[in-house]
């Protein structure tokens, strides 16, 4: 429970009683949030040593190598748009239904929650605003 308030808060998703606790009203609009029509994120192919630029747009879903992208949301706090990027990917490879990986992305901690394929890395760069 508390490492789901740890996540929920970092993601700017933390209920309104626990932005009130200790915290003044400047400091509960830092952690406010918007979200993006698109991201930037960066792809490597492990084995031939390309990297891809993606600019992806929310709802669209766009090809690295035998991967299917699906960009389902990007966030960034409102008073920095250039800063913190939170990104949910859906990855999937080529033909099969179950996801690769389904979660956020950090652009800041890409280790924190990071796509594990043996071919490619994936990793946040920005929202596109």
Not at 2 to 15: E, N, Q, V, W
Not at 107 to 129: G, Q, T
């Amino acid at each position: 429970m508390i490492a789901r308030m740890i996540f929920c808060a970092a993601l700017g998703l933390a209920s309104p009683v626990f932005a009130q606790i200790g915290e003044t009203e400047s400091e509960t609009q830092t952690a406010r949030v918007s979200s993006a029509p698109g991201a930037f994120l960066r792809g490597l192919d492990k084995i031939s040593g390309i990297v891809a630029e993606i600019d992806i747009s929310v709802g669209q879903t766009v090809a690295l190598g035998n991967l299917q992208i699906t960009l389902g949301d990007c966030r960034y706090p409102r008073n920095n748009p250039t800063g913190e990027a939170y990104v949910w990917l859906v990855i999937r490879d080529a033909g099969v239904d179950v996801p690769h990986f389904q979660g956020w992305m950090i652009a800041s901690s890409p280790a924190l929650n990071a796509l594990e394929h043996p071919r490619y890395d994936v990793w946040v760069i920005r929202c596109n605003i």
